[in-house]
């Protein structure tokens, strides 16, 4: 084992507080100026107050921009749970001309900047659909979300698959169980937490989505990311985009964390 010396170890420490500390103390300063009593941010606060949480709580416009995230991340979840699935056990079972290139298309939406992407689709939608009659409306938004997060349950389905021992399945079937039956009770237990895994963090990967969201949302529809850009050009809204800023980061936590603990109990086995 690499032994490393006193030295080595505080300046490691250091560079790596250093980094937490830049990454998180601008979070930290936002949840705590929810909690300011002022109407503009400010920092130190002089006043404390739960109003702007009591504000945000009634204010519908941001009730349905939430309404609207979780339908949208949801959605968009279920798609590429399916999708994603599919791909990995076609990359994963069999070999096929082109496999290589499904691949790259499959990772691709990921790599992408958002920009391009959200220009693509309105592209689409504007210049080739909407001629033709077919306004996509709400389901290209959630279409547009749901190519970027099928790389989410991709990643997390086909490492999983990769390492299964297909003797399993095989023996369920000399058995007499049909290939259903054998999906059902053999294979799906055994890549189960990756799938949830996978579809947990494609859920918070469209929650939180802003560029994409920009040039696809119907006219009148925002999500929660794109209402916080917006209000943001008025300063007197500050402390309530603080308020919908940390109820993002709290609600992003939450599929972050259970399927970090899913990957991690999925690797113990």
């Avoid at 490691?12 to 250093?18: H, K, N, R, Y």
């Avoid at 077919?134 to 938004?141: A, K, R, T």
Wanted: glycine share 6%.
């Amino acid at each position: 084992m690499l032994q490393m010396s006193k030295t080595a170890k505080g300046g490691l420490l250091a560079i790596v507080g250093f980094i937490l500390a830049f990454m998180y103390i601008p979070l930290f300063v936002v949840i705590i100026n929810s909690f300011n009593a002022a109407q503009l941010s400010s920092w130190p606060i002089q006043d404390f107050s739960f109003y702007w949480w009591e504000f945000a709580a009634n204010y519908e416009p941001i009730r349905l921009a939430l309404l609207n995230s979780v339908i949208v991340a949801s959605a968009a979840m279920v798609i590429a749970s399916v999708l994603g699935t599919l791909v990995s056990f076609a990359l994963n079972r069999y070999d096929f001309f082109g496999r290589s290139t499904v691949n790259l298309l499959v990772v691709l939406p990921i790599a992408l900047p958002g920009v391009v992407t959200g220009v693509a689709f309105s592209n689409t939608y504007s210049n080739f659909l909407s001629p033709i009659g077919i306004n996509v409306g709400y389901f290209g938004l959630i279409v547009s979300h749901a190519t970027f997060c099928i790389v989410m349950v991709f990643n997390n389905v086909f490492a999983r698959l990769k390492r299964m021992n297909p003797s399993l399945e095989e023996a369920s079937m000399d058995l007499g169980a049909g290939l259903w039956e054998t999906f059902r009770l053999v294979t799906f237990p055994q890549f189960r937490s990756s799938f949830i895994a996978g579809a947990l963090l494609a859920f918070a990967l469209s929650f939180d989505e802003v560029y994409v969201t920009i040039f696809t949302a119907p006219p009148g529809v925002d999500t929660l990311p794109l209402w916080i850009l917006k209000e943001m050009a008025r300063p007197n809204q500050a402390s309530v985009v603080n308020v919908v800023a940390t109820v993002v980061i709290l609600l992003s936590l939450i599929p972050v964390y259970v399927s970090q603990r899913l990957s991690r109990d999925d690797d113990q086995r």
